[in-house]
């Protein structure tokens, strides 16, 4: 890329390297030393001969003075009252303890006394959104005046509001949810695999998929991981996962679809009975919500002072509802519906809430139809996963595929997979932003996306 | 999709459910027990009232006997004959002491006496390739005609290729170094991120980028994830690392080139010098060389038996050359170049050997020139990184893609993440097919990639 190389010769002089300290160490145990920060300037007053800063580095934040004395003439605390917000300075201070706790910081002890400031790169004056505003809960302050940011806004800043505490903890949690999923699989044995996103047929039927052009022929992208890793099962990998973008040419412009999110997928071979995926599965998920509960929450309630939101409850193991014990359930509730009727998105809504009444968040059910072994799992009444056994057997494969009208010549490879033998298997994916908005409560699924792809959105 | 659902209702009667062993742990220790055990018949030879099976489970393979008897029927013998190779299989057997160990087998002491056996499922009878050939060394077995089987046989029947042991051992380790990586930058305290695949406009000048049609419009494929890498630590992420697929629409039809791989990215910000971006990437490579060395024996050796390879080696921390030492040595090997050349492909290659006679085949080196704080990463004489320090300046970032006549509007909104303060930051991004090719001494990169993409490949 032309933009690596960078003018920057005196950069390559030995440089004075002064030992910085981090905000979050910023404690009374340091009292009267003299240190050196890099931090942004997150506001700025000027009152007199003085002039207050709080320093930000990412969730954390100090209050810090520059006086007119000893340490400093008039001349810098001018200085530093026209530094900017969200400039980043190097502050060399003295670490001084407060009698009054500073609410307002993370760093409640503590102030700086600050005898030095360098500008080491300065914002323009005008940011496009206040970090101030974009964390306010809904309708705070509304009384006073105070501006709230809308979505729009903030995702066409994007790296302005993702510097917010609530940004900073969504992503650093959803980071973990990740390394929890494959942390989980790797202690079970999985194999972690890299399946392709460029594929020569579109491999659920040619509906919402997007076609990328290939040197002189036409392509697409995959709309799910799911075809490689049941040739990767076919292949004796036995049980495998993958991490990695899935794409959706849908043009449906909701709170919960984006056309690019990130699958977290598992397939697995079984020997006896498709529980044993669904066995797999849900502890899985059982895994990472202890995980999180254990080691995130100060993410957690992070998120929840600007989104507050019912702590999210799980059992373990898994509640599961039979279809059947669903069905009664719901008939029990007033609902209507025959024995083999679908769930309608409201009918499992309406189940999310009965169960959480009872114990919790998270349920899975399963034996949809006496015809197919498969399973849908719920976060608060959501959909979250939808998994089965699959289908082993290239005989049946072909029959289904001509019963459906799909051109066998375009799955040929992933049929022939299953020609020199392969075991019974089955498997399941969930959507990181979509598991994550969840968890936490949130309303938009764009929240836990960094960069949202939807029908109307392509940047940042 | 459609195949999800299976006609299995006989599948959700309660199972018998036996306990099966692993060929791997068929030791001595279960000599004389009665076990039952899943496996894939390898190879299958009659003679006489006997049938001599071999069973395989991904790399572990052991010897199994039906014999007319006490316990198996004539019938059953040639039952058992008439299994085709590669169909999966359940059995009952003795496991027995053998008195001559069977080289042949990975379980060398023991053998099974099968007295029961079902077929799981069944693999036609005419494999399109044999696994014994496609895991023959280059030249061995050629006097007594033995078939060898080239290299687009193989990735056409991929799902059977990878059943051999060199392609499980391959990618076990390479589901390996991508936990290394991620370990080892999880510890440091980077957070993973997730970078949008679909752009509006193509990163790097538009050159080598595959186009997607994107509803009512055209988007493109990320070349990198370098542009937001950056942008993220323009929103106070300050380490981060990705893993994900990266695409080039270039038509090289290389042992190197790939039209889809997956990158693992690191970007940072630093304090004072680029060399913290260098000693940060270094050190992650060595520490997955490290657990590669230590964990990884087993898949070394096993893909060294068939692609013999010296041993790839290391020193901690890598050997730095900073370019002038680089020129040095080459013109004391003959090479005629002036102090600021490029080096050359194979000046690089012959810089690799020089270095290596030493001491190593990891090397980096860096300061390409004197205006670019930028370093380039070799294993056994190939780049597998190139990095630099990047401009944090959204003033001089204008200038340099006015430059280089890039429209600006295109990057807009990568230009103004660096408006409002942002940090000196470096990174770098390697592909993980050429690491895992150069780690293990293979000589094409389609062995590292499970499903490889590249102008003339789309399928399987």
């Known amino acids: 890329f032309v933009f690596q190389k960078i003018m920057g010769a005196n950069l390559n002089q030995a440089p004075v390297m002064k030992a910085l300290v981090r905000v979050q160490d910023l404690t009374p145990e340091k009292a009267d030393q003299l240190i050196w920060l890099r931090a942004r300037i997150h506001t700025s007053r000027a009152k007199g001969k003085q002039c207050f800063l709080v320093l930000r580095q990412q969730q954390f934040n100090v209050q810090a003075l520059v006086a007119v004395g000893d340490c400093a003439s008039k001349q810098m605390v001018k200085f530093a009252a026209n530094i900017t917000k969200e400039s980043i300075v190097d502050v060399e201070a003295l670490v001084r303890k407060v009698e009054q706790k500073i609410e307002s910081c993370s760093q409640q002890d503590v102030e700086l006394h600050i005898e030095r400031i360098f500008v080491i790169s300065q914002a323009e004056p005008r940011l496009p959104l206040q970090l101030d505003d974009a964390v306010r809960p809904d ?175 799980f059992l373990e193991p898994t509640l599961r509802l039979e279809y059947t014990e669903a069905v009664a359930m719901l008939r029990e509730a007033g609902v209507e519906m025959g024995d083999e009727d679908d769930l309608s998105t409201p009918n499992e809504k309406l189940l999310g809430r009965l169960v959480k009444e009872k114990v919790c968040s998270l349920i899975i059910h399963y034996l949809m139809s006496k015809y197919s072994n498969s399973y849908d799992m719920f976060m608060r009444g959501e ?49 990181l932003e979509r598991v994550c908005m969840l968890y936490l409560g949130l309303h938009n699924v764009r929240q836990t996306s960094m960069f949202p792809r939807d029908p109307k959105r392509l940047t940042p």
């Not at 799909?406 to 298997?425: M, Q």
């Open 383 to 431: 959909e979250i996963l939808s998994g089965a056994q699959r289908i082993h057997n290239a005989q049946l494969l072909t029959e289904r595929a001509i019963h459906h009208q799909i051109d066998l010549e375009k799955i040929k490879a992933y049929i022939d997979s299953f020609r020199y033998g392969a075991p019974p298997h089955g498997g399941g994916g969930i959507g």
């Open 139 to 313: 309708g705070e302050g509304e009384e006073e005046g105070r501006a709230t940011v809308n979505q729009d806004t903030k995702l066409d800043n994007r790296v302005i509001d993702l510097r917010t505490t609530t940004s900073q903890a969504i992503f650093r949690l959803q980071s973990g949810v990740c390394q929890l999923f494959r942390d989980t699989l790797t202690k079970k044995g999985f194999v972690e695999i890299q399946t392709p996103k460029i594929i020569s047929a579109a491999s659920e039927g040619g509906a919402n998929v997007f076609t990328v052009s290939y040197f002189k022929t036409s392509a697409y992208l995959a709309q799910s991981p799911q075809l490689y890793k049941q040739m990767c099962i076919c292949a004796d990998f036995d049980k495998v996962f993958c991490v990695g973008p899935v794409f959706r040419a849908e043009d449906s412009n909701t709170h919960r679809h984006l056309t690019e999110f990130v699958g977290l997928d598992i397939e697995l071979a079984f020997n006896y009975h498709y529980h044993e995926v669904i066995d797999s599965i849900t502890d899985t998920m059982v895994q990472i919500f202890k995980g999180l509960r254990d080691n995130f929450q100060t993410e957690i309630q992070t998120v929840n002072k600007q989104f507050p939101s019912e702590p999210f409850k």
